[in-house]
Structures are given as structure tokens and as C-alpha cells.
């Protein structure tokens, strides 16, 4: 069973940067980001492809953040740029064992294994 290990959360200004980090304990697949605010369903954010070849966003994050991975390092990133303090949330990373290129699913159930979760707070 994989260990997905969520990093890089913190206290940021509106406007500034944050860089999530997700270190998984074996190789990985379909990789997802999601976030839930307090009093809010959790939300897709972003998922990326095994390869890295295919890539998907929310709407509310488009251009401003960017995943990526680096499967050397059994790892994947989140880089946040213009933070709102809307971004306020815990960060989840979670996987599923497809290696379909373009399976990159936005429902949380389609995701096996998730990690614990890092705060991030956009202060205005």
C-alpha cells in the first residue's frame, strides 16, 4: 500500500508563492491534487498523468498553478503562484494505479490512496 506524504504548506500573503510537495513511499501513477476549506466539499485541483505527458486544472487554479513530477524522486509538485486568499486549504495529494495517459479524474472516489493532508492560508 502506498504512503503518500504531503509537504510545503504555510502562511503566505495574497499574491505570493507556495510550492506543494508530495513524496510517495513507492512508484506512482495518475497523481491528484484536491483541496478542502473549512465548511466546503473537498474540490479537485489538478491531476497529472504517470509520464507527465497530460495535465488537468480547475478553472480556478488555471495559469496560476503548475503540477508537475519527477518520478526519480517517486515525487510530485504543486508550484502556487498569485495566491487569493480564496486558496485557503488543506492540500491533499492522492493516486490511483492507471497508467492511462489521459485518465486523470476529477472525482475524489477514483483516487485509492490519499496522503494527510497540508495546510495552506492566503492571508489578504
Given at each position: 500500500?502506498v504512503?503518500l506524504?504531503?509537504?510545503?504548506g ?12 508530495c513524496a ?7 497523481m491528484?491534487w ?9 474540490e479537485?485541483?489538478?491531476?497529472i ?12 487554479v ?6 508537475s513530477?519527477?518520478?526519480?524522486k ?14 485557503t ?6 493516486t ?14 477514483a ?11 492566503v492571508?489578504?
Amino acid at each position: 500500500q502506498v504512503q503518500l506524504v504531503e509537504s510545503g504548506g504555510g502562511l503566505v500573503q495574497a499574491g505570493g508563492s507556495l510550492r506543494l510537495s508530495c513524496a510517495a513511499s513507492e512508484r506512482t501513477f495518475t497523481m491528484g491534487w484536491f483541496r478542502q476549506a473549512p465548511g466546503k466539499e473537498r474540490e479537485f485541483v489538478t491531476a497529472i498523468s504517470w509520464n507527465g505527458g497530460s495535465t488537468d486544472y480547475a478553472d480556478s487554479v488555471k495559469g496560476r498553478f503548475t503540477i508537475s513530477r519527477d518520478n526519480a524522486k517517486d515525487t510530485v509538485y504543486l508550484q502556487m503562484n498569485s495566491l487569493k486568499p480564496e486558496d485557503t486549504a488543506v492540500y491533499y495529494c492522492a493516486t490511483v494505479y492507471s497508467s492511462g495517459t489521459y485518465y486523470l479524474p476529477r472525482l475524489g472516489s477514483a483516487y485509492e490512496y490519499w496522503g494527510q493532508g497540508t495546510q495552506v492560508t492566503v492571508s489578504s
